[in-house]
């Protein structure tokens, strides 16, 4: 249903000859954006030459998963990524649901020392309670929301203070209509938002959104459409095309199509 949603949305806006944005109340504009393509669990010296060639599209911002076996191995790789992209490079790191709350009370504290941009879902996504205390206790701000299933589990989320930022999912959220109701919820409580994946429909939607924070970007439409998302200076540039801007390369559907 969510992406019956956003064609009906990219429908009427092309019906418009607007912009998504544009559609929604807002316009086109740069959204800052982080590179999330890679910094999977390798060796340190692995992980630092990947975000080295992560920042080369122009980013300012990239996302490195954590969840090694002992937090030595966390912070290894961390700090081998940092050194190599420097201090001015923001660099998120993310848990995907790995650890206990002790465990993540443990590492959060060390990571506190290390000056991470923000600490994601290092446990259950649901664990409210276990996430308000690590907002409690730690000094890093904790992202969740990527797995808030509609509205009403951000309502709940933010109900019990359980993030100190949102990253909802523009499929697990509701498509276009569920996000305009998070981004309401949002602004309401003051808290930043950000997305997570569908980078070239989630940029209209960020635009629109008044506690806008980070569009997270990944390149996985770039070889079947034909003007992919631009980033310039750190920043994704949301086209002024009709709808969500995207047309697609009819011969790279055709050559990756399954079946």
């Not at 030459?49 to 966390?74: Q, V, W």
């Not at 060390?110 to 664990?127: F, S, T, V």
Request: overall charge negative; charged content about 20%; some cysteine.
């Amino acid at each position: 249903m969510s992406g019956f949603d956003v064609a009906a949305w990219d429908a009427l806006a092309i019906a418009a000859n607007l912009p998504l944005a544009t559609l929604i109340g807002s316009v086109p504009k740069n959204i800052p954006a982080y590179n999330s393509c890679g910094l999977g669990l390798m060796t340190p010296d692995k992980v630092a030459d990947e975000a080295e060639k992560l920042l080369a599209g122009g980013f300012r911002a990239l996302k490195l998963r954590l969840g090694y076996p002992t937090l030595r191995d966390d912070l290894a790789a961390l700090r081998a990524v940092k050194k190599r992209v420097g201090d001015e490079v923001a660099v998120m790191v993310d848990y995907n649901q790995a650890l206990s709350l002790t465990q993540a009370l443990e590492r959060g504290r060390a990571l506190d020392q290390e000056g991470i941009y923000w600490l994601e879902e290092p446990i259950r996504h649901d664990d409210y309670a276990g996430n308000a205390t690590l907002v409690r206790e730690l000094a890093t701000p904790i992202q969740i929301g990527e797995n808030f299933s509609e509205s009403a589990a951000m309502a709940v989320a933010l109900a019990a203070q359980a993030a100190d930022y949102v990253m909802p999912d523009l499929e697990r959220i509701g498509g276009v209509t569920g996000w305009l109701r998070a981004a309401a919820l949002a602004a309401a409580h003051r808290i930043e938002m950000s997305s997570h994946l569908f980078p070239e429909a989630s940029a209209h939607l960020l635009a629109a959104t008044p506690t806008c924070h980070f569009l997270e970007y990944v390149d996985w439409a770039d070889k079947i459409v034909e003007e992919p998302l631009q980033i310039v200076d750190g920043f994704a540039v949301v086209p002024q095309r009709p709808g969500t801007g995207i047309t697609w390369n009819r011969s790279a559907v055709d050559k990756y199509r399954l079946g």
